[in-house]
């Protein structure tokens, strides 16, 4: 039997092709029976409507990919039929924070003006004085960039992860079955002013970390209970197993 197939290689009834070729002219092709294909390539000009129908381009490709990743994550909480199954530091917990900075600024600038008007203000005093408000922002910057993109928190059947670090990242990993008590506090900043953010304590039997501290959730109510649930049923399934 002879092989006219030069274009490329059949595997099973898949044409397959390196990338490069694949996107050669910018499009692909699939076949009635959803095969990958160049048959649209040399299709008559008869074709060319049923041609066009299934033409596919390489951002509609990875456009497709990418929404199946996030449909992927999103129902991570799904599958373990909770809540919530992972989530980051929050930039709203920096509110009360943000507020406080605003709070220096202002009573410097007020300082300086004051200072200024009444005569006593030199270069080096005016200097100071801007110099103290504007090292508060960068020390707010530095601890929001830090904590909003390098935090982390993952929940799985079962265990929890707290992944934090912007040069050396570190992964701290709690048993959920080792734990032995769990609290959620909000303060009255947090509900007013953080909008609604909060801290889950983990108590455990765990040398490495006895008490693991989750912050600036955006969702604690949701994260707790998940938490909870879970932890739940790994302790029935241990008496269970010892049951039998």
């Not at 600024?105 to 200024?116: K, M, Q, R």
């Not at 709690?174 to 959620?184: S, V």
């Not at 455990?204 to 959730?217: A, E, R, V, W, Y």
């Amino acid at each position: 039997m002879s092989d006219d197939k030069t274009d490329g290689d059949y595997s099973g009834g898949l044409y397959t092709r390196g990338e490069g070729e694949l996107y050669e002219d910018g499009h692909d092709y699939i076949d009635d029976q959803g095969n990958d294909s160049i048959a649209g390539r040399n299709a008559p000009n008869g074709n060319q409507d049923q041609q066009h129908k299934h033409e596919m381009s390489k951002e509609q490709m990875m456009d497709q990919a990418t929404e199946k990743k996030g449909t992927i994550r999103s129902e991570a909480a799904e599958t373990l039929g909770v809540s919530w199954a992972e989530g980051a530091y929050s930039g709203k917990n920096l509110r009360s924070r943000c507020l406080l900075v605003w709070v220096v600024t202002a009573f410097f600038i007020f300082l300086s003006v004051v200072v200024w008007r009444n005569g006593h203000a030199g270069t080096v005093v005016l200097g100071l004085l801007a110099i103290i408000p504007a090292c508060a922002w960068v020390w707010f910057g530095c601890i929001y960039i830090y904590r909003t993109k390098t935090i982390r928190y993952r929940l799985t059947q079962h265990r929890f992860y707290n992944e934090e670090g912007l040069f050396t990242k570190s992964v701290d990993t709690l048993e959920l079955i080792n734990i032995e008590d769990m609290t959620l506090r909000q303060t009255l900043v947090d509900r007013l002013i953080n909008g609604g953010t909060g801290t889950i304590i983990l108590m455990s039997n765990d040398q490495s970390h006895p008490t693991l501290k989750i912050s600036g959730l955006e969702n604690p109510r949701a994260a707790f209970e998940s938490i909870d649930e879970l932890r739940r049923r790994e302790r029935n399934a241990r008496v269970i197993r010892s049951v039998n």
